[in-house]
């Protein structure tokens, strides 16, 4: 305003209305700007100016009054803005952590270290599986691997009593029990094949869908594993079929306690049909008459009848004890060569076959898209949490503002 202009009315708002007010400066003219005046001198003219001709409203106006008032006028809105500004901080932070979670963290100073870890808790958690489900998903103790239900088909009854047709007889009842026994060992590989899908990796799970290739490779040692465990097994389960095949014991406690008792119950027997005959020879002759018939049209004598009767009782009792004897050994032959086996030794193959600095680079390979995300993520949340420092500071600045008005 020009020299002599009285401006009282409007600095107290009664010309112009304004809801905040308004606050009267004294500027630097263009000529105190030639004649390069300072800031502070040109502030301390203007509280000359102030006090000279608006006494009454120096107090509330000048510079360094309006900078109080609109810093007041920040703050307050800062106030209002703050918590909300506070809550989409924390959202977005909250997101990009879920992303960084997501894309996995930065391996490129440490991927020794953490190939071996997966391996090794590839490993823990396989196994894990294996033991905590080996009733339910192995089977092993409520069908017995299968080869209760497979093995046990019954058994043809013998016909003569020599020993040698006794043996001949024994060993085709034994001979099948393999098929069913290594039908137990293919049963057992494919579930253990299986186990892997049914796995579910948790702390590991998004490392495996991150890099694809070492999930892979990994599945296919377990696989090659396995699959090699496959044929020592089956020859195992062999050479225990082959056991029973190349010595029929017949000294078996089980079996000689069996015959014995027939022999008893046999001799019993015969001792009534003397006591039997010798009080009525005429039925006697008249039975031995009436059985001849009988005779010429099987070609077979009563004791011919009673030894195939002996016979099939006894190859079913024995045939019963190498039953119970293979379906006991088949589960834990498959147990030891084929089960604890791959748990003893998983993580030992993986390291052996996988863990090779020249493979590193390939196993983790992940896309260049994956790689920008992340450091995208990386960023935006740095940025988050100057953010969230920041608006720390401005609510303590507050804090002090609010104690300095109350003063």
Do not use: W
């Not at 952590?97 to 991927?111: F, P, Q, R, T, V």
């Not at 299986?194 to 040692?221: Q, Y």
């Not at 001849?292 to 045939?319: F, M």
Request: hydrophobic share 35%; charged share 35%.
């Amino acid at each position: 305003m020009d020299k002599g202009t009285d401006a009282k009315n409007v600095l107290m708002g009664k010309v112009i209305p304004v809801k905040l007010g308004i606050i009267g400066c004294v500027n630097r003219s263009q000529q105190d700007i030639n004649d390069q005046k300072s800031i502070a001198k040109a502030l301390e003219d203007e509280q000359k100016f102030l006090q000279k001709r608006y006494p009454s409203l120096a107090a509330r106006h000048g510079t360094a009054f309006l900078a109080k008032k609109l810093s007041g006028i920040l703050h307050n809105h800062i106030s209002k803005c703050l918590p909300d500004l506070r809550r989409r901080i924390n959202t977005l932070t909250s997101e990009c952590e879920e992303n960084l979670y997501k894309y996995g963290e930065d391996i490129s100073e440490k991927k020794d270290l953490f190939i071996f870890n997966i391996l090794h808790q590839y490993s823990i958690d396989y196994c894990s599986t294996v033991e905590g489900t080996s009733d339910a998903d192995l089977e092993v103790e409520d069908e017995k691997l299968g080869c209760g239900a497979l093995i046990c088909k019954g058994t043809c009854p013998g016909i003569f009593i020599p020993d040698k047709v006794f043996k001949n007889l024994a060993k085709k009842e034994i001979r099948s029990f393999l098929q069913p026994s290594l039908d137990c060992v293919e049963k057992v590989h494919e579930k253990l094949r299986k186990t892997k899908d049914k796995c579910e990796f948790k702390e590991i799970k998004k490392d495996l869908i991150r890099f694809p290739n070492l999930s892979d490779r990994i599945n296919e040692v377990l696989v090659e594993l396995l699959a090699d465990r496959v044929q020592p097994t089956e020859d195992f389960v062999k050479s225990l079929i082959k056991i029973q095949l190349d010595y029929i014991n017949t000294r078996n406690p089980e079996f000689r306690k069996e015959k014995l008792e027939l022999d008893l119950s046999n001799r019993g027997d015969k001792n009534g049909e003397k006591s039997s005959r010798s009080e009525s020879p005429d039925h006697s002759s008249e039975d031995a008459s009436d059985s001849e018939p009988e005779e010429d049209d099987s070609n077979l004598t009563a004791v011919d009848i009673e030894n195939c009767n002996i016979i099939q009782h006894l190859l079913k009792t024995y045939i019963e004890i190498v039953r119970k004897t293979i379906e006991d050994m088949i589960p834990k032959s498959i147990m030891s060569f084929m089960v604890v086996f791959v748990k003893e030794n998983l993580q030992k193959e993986l390291v052996k076959k996988l863990y090779k600095e020249e493979f590193f680079d390939e196993l983790l390979d992940e896309s260049e898209e994956i790689s920008f995300f992340r450091q995208k993520s990386l960023a935006m949340l740095i940025a988050l949490e100057k953010a969230n420092g920041i608006i720390n500071e401005v609510r303590n600045d507050q804090s002090k503002y609010c104690r300095q008005n109350d003063l």
